[in-house]
């Protein structure tokens, strides 16, 4: 079972709807008014990371506006220090190339586990 725990949490926005399905640490962005999507483009700005898993046209928890939080649910190799963008199945990755959106910072990488700052 994936896992995202908001260690020291930013704002947690309950508002809209979704626009398709989304699960758990997936990052969305602002589809249309009040509007949500996953977000698997690295050069799109991003909005939050979901709480949880939400179906298409329900109302999402999104973690925005900072924070730090330790999750399963990323792409990819990751290490401390490495800026963090979204990756085409809308999960943390690293690999920052010229025009993609850094949303995240690693804090560090253990056992699987990925604990880092958002930037959004």
């Not at 909005?47 to 939080?69: N, T």
Request: hydrophobic share 45%; aromatic share 8%; charged share 20%.
């Amino acid at each position: 079972m994936s896992f995202l725990n908001a260690d020291h949490p930013g704002l947690a926005y309950g508002d809209g709807a979704m626009s398709g399905a989304g699960a758990l640490g997936q990052v969305v962005k602002v589809a249309g008014n009040d509007l949500f999507a996953v977000n698997t483009d690295p050069t799109a700005r991003s909005f939050g990371i979901l709480r949880k898993d939400y179906a298409d046209g329900k109302m999402p928890g999104i973690w925005c506006r900072g924070g730090v939080y330790t999750t399963d649910v990323f792409e990819g190799t990751i290490a401390a220090g490495n800026p963090l963008k979204v990756s085409a199945n809308g999960k943390l990755t690293a690999g920052v190339a010229e025009g993609d959106l850094v949303i995240a910072e690693a804090i560090s990488v253990v056992g699987g586990v990925l604990k880092f700052k958002l930037l959004l």
